[in-house]
């Protein structure tokens, strides 16, 4: 099981200080949260995607690729690729030059965004967002699977003879989670392709998730992919702890009370209740983490929000020590105790080769 972190980029003034960060200073503590995350013994960082203000990843293998130069074992994800909005001939380029340059430590998450205007401003229609999403990826699937493609649809020019470049490391595309909060028909297309389906489940209460998570084992299951215990789900959530829960919900309240995304809404406590979010000691984001398997079943990434709402880069960086020297250890031992033999790691480089070279293996061992 994979655990890590995610960033949205936000930028936003701490309540506390009245200070707001400039775009620059964000983006340098994006990237040092990254290589803290490899230092403290997690797995995965990954970014969002967005092309307005309050937020600057608006080039995430830009960022990726700065980190890959300086990282050696973390795997680099998005929190969020627009396949809506960005062209797939684009996406495929740019990821497999990614994958090379981090050899092969790459993944990403495909999703609609939550940001409507961003539609009309790359060219396409907010009321089509299911339909791009479901023929974009299908070009993108071929285009990393036929070195020559012949495409046509209704939402770009067509492709004649089409080759994308570079071809994906050792001809094995990135793996892809698809990412949705409320959308059935992004988990029917996760099983369909026997991809991932990561539920960023930070603002949905609990059974919204569990039905989302059972609808995308049922139908994996239906396409043959594996029993439904053998699907690939990721999990997102959120936590700020410090020694004493009373000092975690003292010193993040303010945070949450005026965070642009979920401030001046709900109170600390009925979102704690209702969400993953989990504000408190070391030892409560273990207990709580540790009910999501009760929940969902056993799953393969943890990702948490740890760097929003205006959190101070030195803050975020004591939580990433908490979580990797008190929090992660305990999770990766306690979710190992009772995983059934027969439910997969979450996908790597190697292992992806791994089941490739063994699928080719199989016709020819028939055929003798």
């Known amino acids: 099981m994979q655990f890590g972190i995610f960033s949205v980029g936000d930028v936003t003034t701490d309540p506390t200080t ?3 960060p400039s775009e620059h200073e964000r983006i340098k503590a994006m990237v040092a949260i990254a290589l803290k995350a490899e230092e403290v013994g997690l797995d995965v960082f990954a970014t969002g995607e967005h092309h307005n203000p309050p937020f600057v990843p608006s080039s995430p293998t830009t960022l990726l690729g700065y980190v890959a130069a300086r990282t050696e074992r973390l795997i680099l994800s998005t929190a969020t690729t627009l ?6 001939v684009k996406i495929a380029e740019d990821f497999a030059m990614l994958q090379h340059l981090a050899d092969g430590r790459v993944d990403l998450m495909m999703g609609r965004g939550n940001t409507g205007p961003v539609y009309p401003w790359f060219g396409q229609d907010i009321r089509q967002g299911i ?7 299908a070009l ?3 285009l990393w699977r036929e070195d020559v493609v012949d495409w046509e649809g209704r939402f770009r020019t067509p492709l004649q003879g089409f080759t994308s470049t570079p071809r994906p490391l050792d001809g094995v595309p990135p793996f892809v989670w698809h990412g949705s909060i409320r959308s ?3 988990a029917e297309q996760a099983a ?4 991932g389906f990561f539920h960023n489940n930070i603002f949905w209460p609990m059974e919204h998730t569990r039905q989302m998570i059972r609808l995308y084992r049922e139908r994996y299951a239906h396409y043959g992919h594996g029993t439904p215990e053998q699907a690939i789900v990721g999990l997102g959530g959120q ?4 020694k004493n829960s009373q000092d975690a919900v003292r010193e993040f309240r303010p945070y949450f009370d005026n965070a642009p995304v979920y401030g001046h809404g709900p109170s600390l406590e009925d979102f704690t209740r209702e969400t993953p979010l989990t504000v408190g000691s070391p030892q409560e984001v273990i207990d709580r983490t540790l009910t999501f398997r009760e929940s969902f079943g056993d799953y393969q990434r943890q990702l948490f929000l740890m760097d929003h709402a205006g959190l101070p880069l030195k803050t975020v960086l004591e ?4 979580l990797g020297e008190e929090v992660v250890p305990v999770l990766r031992k306690e979710f190992a105790v009772g995983r059934p033999s027969e439910v997969p790691d979450s996908p790597t480089h190697r292992s992806l080769i791994a089941r490739r070279d063994a699928e080719q293996a199989e016709p020819a061992a028939s055929g003798s």
């Open 140 to 142: 993108l699937h071929q």
């Open 83 to 88: 396949i809506t909005t960005s062209d797939p």
């Open 192 to 195: 369909y392709y026997g991809d």
């Open 319 to 322: 939580q990433l020590d908490i």
């Open 184 to 186: 059935p028909e992004i």
């Open 239 to 242: 936590v700020f702890m410090r």
């Open 131 to 137: 339909p791009l999403a479901i023929e974009n990826y």
């Open 18 to 20: 009245g200070r707001t």
